[in-house]
């Protein structure tokens, strides 16, 4: 190369990565975490003029420094979790469903009005199963109306999702007026207070043991449903190509329909283990953007459950400890939702160098 040509040459160059080995993507993700959690450090000591090392002590105070917050920690990540593996299969098929956020509320709404209506007439148990059905069937149709769209008009399923998203918190809100309890507060209050008919019970003794246990069945179930079933077979091919699903003889639009049933089915469930099993109240806020950062999990994770309960569990730890730590220096909640966003953006970017390598002028090798 002459000495004008190598002047030319650009200092920075970014190249699409061919592939990178298991090894070397997580590597780069711990480095993320841990270079995160010196960044949210720095920050805290920012605020605080604390330790950082006592501020992560708190932390860990925060999130398992007692049995209560143990507990919460632990109902938090099962939540989380269960979002996510419901969003799995849809995004194996390349169809972006950000409409989890709503499909929780209609899921939650679902179950609220079976605990108003039927919470006095049947056993718990009967209550409790037929609050799974109605949850699971009102996220189901509110995950099947943009696939249908999509597979005969092929709309834009990230506008349509999103934008049934408010939807659902309108209806929630209608909903709200109708179950108002007090009058006047706007609010449904606590569902079934005295009697707790529709709630989750303690199973062996463990305060959320029924969320656990629909959660770890649930994840589970579909990682064998994607792995060893013909659907989920299906499922992958139509991901990869959809041209190609059609020359195998796949029935595409029939694909995108029932992934899309099964998606928005889990993510109601989830409106059912919120509300029953932990809340017991219905809210516009249910859901609490936990749909969006389900997003995160699931995609980080490769759409790999384990890895999604490894994800999910760093989250939600870094988020309690941080709700922990601004009370305990007298911050407002703002500053947890700083520390989460440190977190996320990490999390987020290291995915950049995963996909992209670095290279510099005079380095062919570059940084991998």
């Known amino acids: 190369m002459s000495k004008e040509g190598a002047n030319k040459e650009v200092f920075l160059r970014m190249s699409k990565r061919d592939s990178i080995s298991r090894t070397k993507a997580w590597t780069i993700r711990l480095i993320a975490i841990a270079l995160s959690l010196i960044v949210c450090a720095l920050v805290i000591v920012f605020i605080t003029n604390d330790n950082p090392i006592q501020v992560y002590l708190g932390i860990i105070d925060g999130a398992i420094g007692k049995k209560r917050r143990m507990w919460v920690t632990i109902r938090e990540i099962m939540t989380l979790l269960i979002i996510a593996v419901g969003l799995t299969p849809a995004f194996k098929m390349r169809f972006w469903n950000i409409g989890a956020e709503g499909q929780i509320l209609m899921g939650g709404a679902a179950t609220a009005a079976v605990m108003i209506y039927f919470g006095n007439s049947m056993p718990n148990w009967l209550l409790l199963l037929i609050i799974f059905a109605a949850s699971s069937i009102a996220g189901m149709l509110w995950g099947v109306l943009p696939a249908v769209f999509k597979a005969y008009y092929n709309t834009n399923e990230t506008l349509f999702t999103l934008m049934l ?117 219905i809210s516009t806020s249910t859901a609490d953007g936990r749909g969006f950062t389900a997003i995160i999990v699931a995609w980080m994770s490769k759409f790999n459950p384990i890895a999604m309960l490894a994800v999910s569990a760093f989250l939600v730890f870094m988020q309690q400890g941080s709700i922990q730590i601004a009370s305990q220096y007298g911050l407002n909640e703002n500053a947890s939702d700083i520390i989460t966003g440190v977190l996320l953006f990490f999390l987020i970017g290291c995915e950049f160098f995963i996909n992209y390598k670095v290279e510099f002028r005079g380095n062919k090798k570059g940084v991998q």
């Open 165 to 281: 998203n408010y939807v659902a918190m309108q209806i929630v809100t209608f909903c709200i007026v109708f179950w108002e309890n007090p009058t006047g507060s706007n609010t449904v209050g606590i569902i079934n207070g005295a009697t707790r008919k529709g709630w989750f019970q303690e199973i062996f003794g463990m305060q959320y043991g029924l969320n656990i246990i629909v959660v770890l069945i649930m994840t589970v179930g579909v990682y064998l449903y994607m792995r060893h079933s013909k659907q989920g077979y299906e499922i992958a091919v139509v991901g990869e190509s959809q041209n190609t699903a059609k020359y195998a003889g796949i029935n595409v639009k029939k694909v995108i329909i029932r992934t899309m049933m099964i998606s928005g089915g889990i993510c109601g469930l989830a409106g059912s283990i919120i509300v029953s099993g932990a809340s017991h109240t």
